[in-house]
């Protein structure tokens, strides 16, 4: 299962981006997807997760507190694709963008990176000052 993340860019700072994650050929609709980013120099961090809304009439979704109010997590089942809206956007936004799952469908927050079983290649988000 190889997922893609795509819609990384070149941003000043306030500027927006959307991320998009999917996986050809797998549904998604059924698990969770988690965002994760790693700056130059840093760790790994998670900074989102939606749980599957199958079976639901809402999703669940979390964020780490630095981007709360500024990202927000989506799910097009019919498009089978996972979206990260960022806006608002600040330099230390700036970092690799993944997505991710573990073939779950409740997101355990805050994701531990170690536990997902598959990531897409990553996206690069660049905010400029």
């Known amino acids: 299962v190889q997922l893609q993340a795509s819609g990384g860019g070149l941003v000043q700072t306030g500027g927006s981006l959307r991320l998009s994650c999917t996986v050809p050929?797998?549904?998604?609709?059924?698990?969770?997807i988690g965002w994760f980013r790693q700056a130059p120099g840093k760790e790994r961090e998670v900074v989102s997760c939606?749980?599957?809304?199958?079976?639901?009439?809402?999703?669940?979704?979390y964020y780490r507190d630095s981007v709360k109010g500024r990202f927000t997590v989506s799910r097009d089942n019919a498009k089978n694709t996972v979206y990260l809206q960022m806006n608002n956007l600040q330099p230390e936004d700036t970092a690799v963008y993944y997505c991710?799952?573990?073939?779950?469908?409740?997101?355990?927050?805050?994701?531990?990176?170690?536990?997902?079983?598959?990531w897409g290649k990553g996206t690069l988000v660049t905010v400029s000052s």
């Open positions: 050929g797998f549904t998604l609709d059924y698990y969770l």
């Open positions: 991710a799952t573990d073939t779950l469908s409740n997101c355990r927050w805050p994701l531990r990176g170690s536990g997902m079983d598959y």
């Open positions: 939606i749980s599957s809304n199958i079976g639901s009439s809402s999703d669940n979704t």
